[in-house]
Structures are given as structure tokens and as C-alpha cells.
């Protein structure tokens, strides 16, 4: 699956470096993507190990906040 979330609150490289690594993490991730000039993040995954939830809940534990389209 892939999905592309709307993150608030990163402005650098040190904040995209934290985003990716977190959700890298978890189990299943095949491929993540973050840009701090777009504000987004794209996740493919294998939905079979990780959920939505998870990946978004492993972003705000950084400190950025997940925007619901």
C-alpha cells in the first residue's frame, strides 16, 4: 500500500532525518519519502504488518502533527 500524509511542523533536515527514521522502524515500511518543502510524506507498506495508525502515531512521537484531509 502507499499513502501520503500531510505533516506539520518540520522545517529542516534534521526534522525530515527523524520523520523517516521513525516510521523506517517500524515492521513492513518498504519505502518512505519526506519532504520538508511540501510538507508531506509518502509511506509504502505492507498493511499486513503495520497500519495507518501506526505510522502516523510513530510521526507525532516525534513532535509533528499528522493532518487529516
Avoid: P, W
Avoid at 509518502?42 to 487529516?68: L, R
Wanted: hydrophobic share 35%.
Amino acid at each position: 500500500m502507499e499513502i501520503t500524509l500531510s505533516v506539520h511542523g518540520m522545517t529542516c533536515d534534521h526534522c525530515e532525518k527523524a520523520v523517516k527514521g521513525a516510521i523506517e522502524e517500524l515492521n513492513g515500511i518498504q519505502g518512505v519519502e519526506v519532504s520538508v518543502n511540501t510538507n508531506k510524506v509518502t509511506v509504502i507498506y505492507d498493511d499486513v504488518y503495520v497500519s495507518k495508525q501506526q505510522i502516523e502515531s510513530a510521526i507525532e512521537e516525534q513532535g509533528y502533527d499528522v493532518v487529516v484531509n
